[in-house]
């Protein structure tokens, strides 16, 4: 280890060489070793598995919603046939009508008259 190289007396021969053009010709050689990667769809299959099933629930939730918001229809007729198999006592009869009666009453004051005129009446 105690032997130093002396560096200025070795020879200063190359005896490394390079063809001509080399590095001109060094970027073509290595782009046309490079394979270059297929264009895919935007639309791929595992995109299509993940967006199948976001779109089935969205479906299932969405038919919910608005079967649920749709309003009841029933007729006259279909409402005394409920009460008559049910068989309703009189009584709940006559409650749900003036129930009835109190809030088109209220609806119709609201409706028509001034909050403050009302207050003053009372």
Not at 11 to 35: A, G, V, W
Not at 65 to 79: A, G, H, R
Not at 110 to 121: C, M, R
Request: aromatic share 14%; net charge negative; proline share 4%.
């Amino acid at each position: 280890m105690k032997n130093k190289i002396n560096i200025e007396s070795l020879s200063k021969n190359n005896p490394f060489t390079i063809p001509d053009d080399y590095f001109t010709s060094l970027t073509h050689n290595i782009m046309d070793r490079i394979e270059t990667p297929k264009q895919t769809s935007t639309f791929s299959f595992f995109q299509l598995k993940t967006l199948a099933p976001v779109l089935a629930i969205f479906a299932v939730i969405f038919s919910g919603v608005w079967y649920n918001n749709q309003p009841l229809k029933i007729t006259d007729e279909e409402l005394i046939e409920v009460i008559a198999y049910y068989e309703f006592d009189n009584d709940l009869l006559y409650e749900y009508i003036e129930l009835e009666d109190e809030i088109q009453v209220d609806d119709y004051l609201i409706d028509h008259f001034n909050y403050n005129d009302l207050i003053n009446e009372l």
